[in-house]
């Protein structure tokens, strides 16, 4: 398969526009390594190695097993205390890309840049976009309506051509991507790049619970939903007994003390912490207490394959839409 040139894989020197979404729980060096070697772009959130020496360590690892270009998310909000420390580590093993989440990427863009590395940054709307282009960043990911985890409001079918008439760095699309003629309709709309993060779940090296796996594969788009109970920021995820028996908004006490001066600064970091703390038991054992997070794209997925084959079927799949538009004018 032909290299697929766009202004992203000549930023990052790769073969695809693809990037592997870092999913929470989900990436792992496996996945990473393979995905970046498979000529799309591999990356993982650098909370999902806890202690932090497993962080390094897992870095180290991913360094050893591929040459090709890596990414690593850092969440840039007060609440993350290693956001400094992982950013630091990151260069050192020599990491080339960051993607930065729910905050500000200003101290991130500056010491990526003092040693050549990169950064796109997470937006659902212009106003940011506009505001981590002025800081530096190289590319933004237009986060849309249909992503899984902190979905954007916007059709991606405004949002990307939205920011395109008035950014001048690339753009990468996010949101519902789980086949090539997405991917190809994504750059017709002025994208560079997809990020793909449902997919990925459905995938032979995840080392999460199988019946995470079978839910992405039995799932339709009318079985997303969107929940505030899970960390306090609307969040899609699999609509299961769990999710149904729990309710989709925090309760009225929460939300009270969520938007009261005083008590947001304790209530917003603990609501985040039990969140993870259940989505990680549900991602990782069988329970009762099923949170799994996942996109609309659910709907295209239909069996599980290697970071791989998925690369190459969503390449393939790009070329046949490619070259069925001109019986379609």
């Known amino acids: 398969m032909a290299k697929i040139k766009t202004a992203f894989t000549e930023l990052m020197r790769i073969q695809y526009p693809i990037i592997g979404a870092p999913m929470f729980l989900v990436s792992n060096v496996d996945m990473v390594v393979n995905i970046s070697e498979a000529g799309g772009l591999g990356t993982f959130p650098a909370l999902n190695y806890r202690p932090i020496d497993e962080y390094r360590k897992a870095l180290q690892e991913i360094k050893a097993r591929t040459k090709k270009p890596i990414g690593v998310n850092i969440i840039v909000n007060k609440s993350n205390t290693r956001q400094k420390e992982d950013v630091k580590i990151a260069l050192d093993a020599g990491v080339e890309l960051f993607i930065t989440s729910l905050g500000s990427p200003k101290k991130v863009i500056e010491e990526a840049h003092k040693n050549g590395a990169k950064v796109i940054c997470d937006v659902t709307n212009l106003s940011y976009g506009e505001k981590v282009q002025d800081l530096g960043a190289d590319a933004v990911i237009a986060v849309g309506a249909g992503a899984g985890g902190h979905a954007g ?10 920011l395109k008439t008035k950014l001048q760095i690339p753009i990468i699309a996010a949101g519902g991507i789980s086949h090539g003629s ?7 709309l002025g994208a560079d790049a997809v990020s793909v993060g449902t997919r990925f779940i459905a995938c032979k090296e995840a080392k ?14 009318e079985d997303i939903v969107l929940t505030t109970r899970v960390s306090g920021t609307p969040a899609a995820v699999i609509k299961t007994p769990y999710i149904e028996k729990m309710g989709l908004d925090i309760p009225w006490y929460l939300q009270a003390l969520k938007k009261n001066k005083t008590t947001k600064k304790y209530v917003v970091p603990f609501m985040h912490w039990s969140g993870m703390q259940m989505m990680e038991k549900a991602a ?9 997070s996942a ?16 690369v190459k079927k969503l390449v393939q799949e790009y070329e046949e839409a490619v070259k069925s538009l001109p019986s379609m004018l």
């Open 153 to 162: 409001p916007i059709s991606p079918l405004v949002l990307i051509p939205w």
């Open 182 to 188: 997405q991917m190809a309709a994504c750059l017709a």
């Open 208 to 221: 999460i619970e199988a019946s995470y796996k079978q839910a992405v594969i039995d799932s339709t788009p």
């Open 284 to 292: 990782m054992t069988a329970t009762w207490k099923t949170v799994w």
């Open 295 to 310: 996109g609309q794209s659910v709907g295209l997925i239909n069996e599980i394959l290697s970071c791989e084959d998925i």
